[in-house]
């Protein structure tokens, strides 16, 4: 079964300083991976994407992921944290089935806190 | 462009009562997304509908059903509302070719409280 895990539940950084979050996941194929940003109170946006091709792929707000299959890792960098970066963060992967829809299966989040 | 509209934000209910969550989406998508989200659980699939005319449960179906009222709209009903069933409930919208994994797009969310 495909599941997400996301270890630290957790994060606080100094502002101006690099971010690295955590995400791995188990998927018998290769996966669709997501990584979602929620502010408090609100809806998920969308930071960046990995369908296939390139292994670093780039997002929105300075934010990027490695896909590495071989640690089943799709894990997040920003190499200087923001204040307003201050949210949670979920990794999902993709279980899409043919003209049946696709399901995203979310890991549990990572909260992450800048001190200024 | 509103994208995924949810109403009500906010819902009170007593334990027993019934109440339908409402959600629109205008990007012409064909697929459609209950998730509830609950602290330390991330977001977990109640029900999906992979295009108009279909639904199918997801991971956590039990006590609601789902509508697939026509392309736009996709509402999640609970029959008679438990305490457990308080969460934070988001509707999401893909478009789905094949088996090709779109990207979800998702509603600002309803706060169901269930005393």
């Known amino acids: 079964a495909q599941s997400v895990t996301q270890p630290d539940i957790h994060i606080t950084v100094s502002e101006g300083a690099s971010l690295e979050l955590r995400c791995n996941y188990s998927?018998?194929?290769?996966?669709?991976l997501f990584w979602y940003v929620q502010s408090p109170g609100q809806g998920l946006q969308l930071l960046l994407k990995y369908f296939s091709g390139d292994t670093l792929v780039q997002g929105i707000k300075g934010f990027e992921a490695e896909f590495k299959r071989s640690q089943s890792s799709f894990n997040l960098r920003k190499p200087s944290v923001h204040w307003s970066d201050a949210a949670e963060y979920f990794c999902?992967?993709?279980?899409?089935?043919?003209?049946?829809?696709?399901?995203?299966?979310f890991g549990q989040g990572t909260e992450l806190s800048v001190k200024p | 462009n509103a994208g995924v509209t949810q109403t009500p934000k906010f819902q009170v209910l007593k334990t027993g009562q019934s109440m339908t969550l409402q959600c629109a989406q205008d990007m012409n998508h064909n697929s459609m997304y209950w998730y509830r989200q609950d602290p330390g659980m991330g977001l977990r699939l109640i029900y999906y509908?992979?295009?108009?005319?279909?639904?199918d449960k997801g991971e956590v179906p039990n006590g609601y059903n789902v509508s697939r009222l026509n392309k736009r709209e996709f509402s999640l009903r609970l029959e008679s509302a438990a305490p457990s069933q308080t969460s934070v409930y988001f509707c999401a919208s893909s478009e789905t070719i094949g088996a090709i994994q779109e990207t979800q797009y998702f509603g600002p969310g309803t706060r169901l409280l269930v005393l």
């Open positions: 509908s992979a295009s108009e005319g279909t639904t």
């Open positions: 999902a992967v993709g279980a899409a089935i043919y003209n049946q829809g696709g399901k995203l299966i």
């Open positions: 998927y018998g194929a290769t996966p669709y």
